[in-house]
């Protein structure tokens, strides 16, 4: 008898033991990963040390009603003081993920995928946009050195967009790549999640709605610029003319969803190959007359790092490059398919700029349709305009999802109420804000109409940090324990080049745009 009750002793006092092991293993996981050191193995940044202590449980002969007691208990403990957005250690004990994970990392859901040629159209489509008629405004003011850029920004624009990418995984603890990250957003947060939980993910949405509204400005920018330069007869001044294009988007503010607007998107694309075509063709009709001794390595110092700025916002992309490797069938081919679409984008803005700049030299306009002949200007200007004003809903409508998200619907924490109600329809108070954010894009595109300045600015405010230094910051937070030395060396280079280019593209620019105010410059 006594034998029996000293084993059932020992018994219990073992359990208690490996209970309070296991609880004492998660507070120190726990208190290190507010310290901001990642977990001594991967199980643990991916959850997988649940299972090691269910299958654990299971071995020692626990009751499955035990079991699950010690795991809620386990779980709150892992959760107290829960990081929101933190990625890597954030384990959701509401239920199971909807997702299932596969062997090649990536998630599988149900919705349709995406080959790599519909990826790489996509992201043709963000990088040779009609912002490339502002690129041969660079090679007037960098000569060989902004050809030199422009190659020097595809280079890295393409590693960063992949380094990015690398920050979404992890390798679990059979050394598979496994999804852990979903957004660029994602990414920030877990940088920043240890002792600063959302100022990642704010920084991001701040430089990505900055972006989005300054794309919206310029479309309307380009639209008054265009007009003008189109009808230079008509008592109509750039000015009216953008307030006119404003009043065909307003109809933008009722927007519920881009599926009338994605349709015309391919037919946007193709009209603006169309219109590159001609322009190259036009250029090389007079072939005879380039001025190839106008193309120096002496730079402009005051506005060369504008050019900067505006070759690195045509290169602009990794905003959506999470979400769309996401939603490839293979995205295993994300990095073939980076590689293929900078390449053409390398060599087909370097010749357009170039071709263009060697046809008018120094009088080099900002949009550089407005070197065209009358006769065939009107004609281009016209089909560009009607570009401008479809591509704008896409940056509109993607601006007012973030605000809304992150300032009227984020989960019950948000700043002010809801902007829909109960039956999803739109508020009043919510279409004004909208109505609101285009008389905002009109007023900017009045008071600051110069689009290669503005261009130049925003390539420097967001477009060098959204594409240079923060992705590089990510990948030596994140990756630092798989990185080579080539890979750091990589890394903060660019950080470092990014943040001179940044910076002084960033004064120059808005000196120019003072320079331009104080003096009423148009060109």
């Known amino acids: 008898m006594a034998h029996l009750i000293r084993h059932k002793i020992s018994n219990k006092l073992t359990n208690a033991a490996h209970t309070v092991s296991n609880k004492s293993q998660a507070k120190v996981s726990g208190v290190f990963a507010r310290l901001g050191f990642q977990a001594a193995t991967d199980e643990e940044g991916l959850g997988f040390v649940e299972c090691d202590d269910l299958d654990y449980d299971y071995r020692q002969g626990m009751q499955m009603d035990v079991l699950r007691g ?3 208990e386990g779980r709150d403990v892992d959760g107290e003081g829960e990081l929101e957005g933190d990625t890597h250690y954030q384990r959701d004990g509401t239920g199971p993920r909807q997702a299932t994970l596969k062997s090649g990392g990536s998630l599988e859901e149900d919705k349709p995928k995406i080959t790599s040629w519909e990826a790489g159209w996509n992201v043709t489509n963000a990088i040779q946009g009609m912002f490339v008629l502002g690129l041969p405004y660079a090679i007037l003011h960098g000569g060989y050195l902004g050809l030199f850029l422009i190659i020097f920004a595809a280079v890295v624009c393409c590693y960063t967009g992949k380094i990015l990418i690398a920050c979404l995984y992890e390798e679990n603890e059979d050394g598979i790549k496994v999804r852990v990250r979903d957004s660029y957003v994602d990414v920030a947060n877990a940088c920043c999640a240890p002792r600063f939980p959302a100022l990642g993910g704010h920084v991001v949405n701040v430089a990505q709605i900055i972006e989005l509204v300054m794309t919206c400005i310029l479309y309307v920018v380009v639209s008054g610029n265009l007009m003008y330069n189109s009808f230079p007869s008509f008592p ?260 470092v080049i990014g943040g001179i280019c940044a910076i002084s593209g960033l004064i120059h620019s808005i000196e120019g745009l003072i320079e331009a105010y104080r003096y009423d410059l148009h060109d």
Request: net charge positive; glycine share 6%.
């Open 70 to 72: 010690e795991e809620e």
């Open 236 to 495: 109509v001044s750039q000015k009216a003319w953008s307030v006119l294009a404003t009043a065909a988007l307003l109809p933008c503010a009722f927007l519920k969803s881009l599926k009338a607007v994605s349709k015309f998107s391919l037919l946007c694309t193709l009209a603006h190959f169309v219109i590159n075509v001609l322009v190259i063709a036009y250029c090389l009709s007079r072939a005879r007359e380039w001025a190839w001794e106008k193309v120096k390595f002496y730079i402009d110092v005051k506005k060369f790092p504008i050019s900067i700025g505006i070759i690195v916002f045509s290169y602009t992309s990794q905003i959506f490059l999470p979400s769309l490797e996401g939603n490839m069938q293979k995205p295993s081919e994300f990095h073939c398919m980076m590689d293929w679409t900078h390449i053409a984008a390398c060599v087909l803005k370097g010749l357009f700029a170039l071709v263009a700049y060697l046809t008018w030299a120094d009088a080099t306009k900002e949009v550089i349709t407005d070197n065209l002949p009358s006769t065939i200007r009107a004609v281009v200007n016209l089909f560009l305009v009607a570009k401008a004003l479809l591509s704008y809903p896409l940056p509109f409508f993607a601006a007012v999802e973030v605000l809304e998200k992150s300032l009227f619907q984020d989960g019950g924490r948000a700043m002010f109420p809801d902007c829909y109600g109960p039956g999803g329809q739109l508020k009043t108070w919510g279409l004004g804000l909208r109505v609101g954010l285009v008389v905002f894009t009109l007023l900017m595109a009045v008071f600051v109409p110069h689009f290669a300045l503005l261009m130049g600015l925003t390539g420097s405010l967001t477009g060098a940090g959204l594409c240079f230094l923060l992705p590089s910051l990510f990948h030596l937070k994140l990756q630092w324990r798989n990185l080579l030395w080539h890979h750091v060396f990589f890394d903060v280079s660019i950080f």
